[in-house]
């Protein structure tokens, strides 16, 4: 992040080296504090989401319901893709942290393409989901299923292409205390979307068929 | 790489293999029970609920200890803090809509 550094460059010039280093951890710090704010209002936004799905779990207006349309391996599928790229991410980390630039890349990968099949899979019970007629129009509950599990998809798909960016970035620029920083941050998203796939899976899925 | 370690924020705790496949380990665990529990009908409809949502809420707690090191956040613990406040929320619009809508349940 280029501005981060001009930024702290205003602010001593030469000869502080320890001080502007102290100056920087502070800085990025700040960001990752920056970043639980927006982790909070995400919580925020899928509890409205989940309130608004339990409140119409029963909505189905007469049409299918939830345990007639879902398919539980998918869905157990994705959720061990997910829960093994949660663990990948932080191994990322860990390789981060040993200083292991190689590692740290190829483990950010490995959970990007977990986060592609994850996104496979679901896109996949979307569209056989739209050929049997459901669709996000069927009933309120469809509306709110498809919001919901949708919202989360989005997450995982933004997080996908911030993973592969980063991972460029990395390759370029090696481990920085800035690129350290957008590590962490985006380990803790993407435990974060694990968290919040856990709630889908308990309130929405298993919910849905028992 | 080169000795970045060397300034890294001592605060920024990574934990180790360890913690990261005890609670690797750990999640499996409580995602296979409840999935078992359902897709066999082990219990009744409501310990089942019960038991489910206990089992995702030891999830949540698995992933913050040890996959977001939430417990060695340097003090003043802030994000801790904003955590808190956000599942205060969180709670209050969930439980709330659950609540004021089950007066308003059609027939």
């Known amino acids: 992040m280029a501005q981060a550094v001009t930024g702290h460059d205003k602010h001593g010039h030469g000869g502080h080296g320890h001080h502007d280093e102290h100056h920087e951890h502070e800085h990025e710090s700040l960001k990752t504090f920056g970043f639980w704010m927006f982790l909070i209002t995400d919580i925020i936004l899928f509890g409205t989401l989940f309130a608004t799905f339990i409140v119409l779990r029963f909505s189905t207006d007469g ?10 391996p998918g869905v157990i599928a994705e959720t061990f893709i997910l829960l ?3 663990f990948t991410s932080g191994i990322a980390v860990l390789q981060m942290h040993r200083g292991n630039k190689k590692g740290l890349i190829g483990w950010l990968a490995v959970t990007a393409v977990l986060g592609l099949a994850f996104i496979y899979l679901e896109v996949s019970e979307f569209i056989e989901l739209v050929h049997e007629g459901v669709t996000i129009g069927t009933s309120a509950y469809w509306s709110a ?7 989360h998809g989005l997450h995982v798909s933004v997080g996908i292409v911030w993973m592969t960016a980063l991972i460029i970035q990395l390759a370029r620029r090696g481990i920085t205390p800035v690129t350290q920083r957008k590590v962490n941050i985006i380990s803790l998203y993407w435990h974060f979307l694990d968290v919040v796939w856990i709630f889908v899976l308990t309130i929405v899925y298993l919910m849905g068929v028992m | 790489m080169e000795n970045h370690n060397s300034h890294s924020p001592s605060h920024d705790s990574h934990g180790s ?3 990261y496949v005890i609670g690797f380990v750990l999640s499996i665990i409580l995602t296979i029970i409840p ?15 019960i038991v489910i949502l206990i089992m995702a809420g030891l ?12 417990k060695d956040e ?7 803090m904003a955590l808190v406040f956000g599942l205060i929320i969180l709670l209050t619009v969930v439980a709330g809509s659950i609540w004021i809508m ?6």
């Open chain 1, 63 to 72: 049409g299918p319901t939830a345990a007639e349309m879902f398919k539980m």
């Open chain 1, 84 to 86: 093994t790229s949660s």
């Open chain 1, 145 to 151: 299923f498809f919001t919901l599990v949708g919202t």
């Open chain 2, 17 to 19: 293999m360890k913690s």
């Open chain 2, 35 to 49: 999935i078992a529990i359902v897709m066999n009908d082990m219990l009744s409809k409501q310990l089942t609920i």
């Open chain 2, 59 to 70: 999830q949540f707690v698995v992933q913050l200890f040890f996959f977001m090191h939430l």
């Open chain 2, 74 to 80: 340097a003090k003043p613990r802030y994000n801790t």
């Open chain 2, 102 to 107: 089950s007066y308003n349940v059609v027939g």
